[in-house]
C-alpha cells in the first residue's frame, strides 16, 4: 500500500505544510530564504539536465514564485528584489506560466532586468484592475 493513500500520512504532510505556511507569514526573512532557496534550486535543476539521450528521468517542472501574492503582500520594490535573485531562465518562466507573453516576445530577451521590470510592471497592472484576476 503506498503511503499517499493513508489519510494518517497525507494528515501529517497536510500539517507540516500549514506549519510551513505559518512561518512563512510569520518570519519575513525566512520567507525570503525560502524563496531564494527555491529560485536557487530551480536554476541548478535546469544546468544539471542531462542531453539528449542521456537519461530516462522525467523532467520536473521549476518551483515558480507567486508574483501577484509577493505583489499584494509586500509591495512592487520587495517583488523587484525577489526576481532580481532570480535566474534569467526562472523569470522566463514566471511569465511563460502567469501566460504574460502571448506575442513570445519576453522570451527573447536577454536581460534580467528588462525581464524583471515586465514582470513587476505587468502584476502592478493587473492589481489596478482589481481583484478578478486574483482568484
Known amino acids: 500500500m503506498s503511503k499517499m493513500k493513508d489519510p494518517d500520512y497525507r494528515k501529517q504532510l497536510a500539517s507540516i505544510f500549514i506549519k510551513l ?21 530551480a536554476e541548478k535543476s ?10 530516462n ?22 517583488l523587484r528584489e525577489r526576481l532580481n535573485g532570480c535566474e534569467l531562465d526562472t523569470l522566463r518562466e514566471i511569465v511563460l506560466a502567469n501566460g504574460w507573453d502571448p506575442a513570445k516576445k519576453v522570451r527573447k530577451w536577454k536581460t534580467k532586468h528588462k525581464i524583471v521590470a515586465y514582470i ?16
Open 21 to 41: 505556511a505559518e512561518k512563512i507569514e510569520q518570519d519575513e526573512q525566512f520567507a525570503g530564504w525560502l524563496f531564494e532557496g527555491t529560485c536557487l534550486i
Open 57 to 78: 528521468e522525467p523532467v520536473t517542472a521549476p518551483m515558480i514564485p507567486d508574483v501577484i501574492a509577493i505583489f499584494s503582500k509586500e509591495g512592487p520594490d520587495a
Open 46 to 55: 535546469r544546468k544539471s539536465k542531462a542531453g539528449p539521450g542521456q537519461s
Open 120 to 135: 513587476v510592471d505587468t502584476v502592478s497592472k493587473q492589481m489596478s484592475k482589481g481583484k478578478a484576476f486574483l482568484d
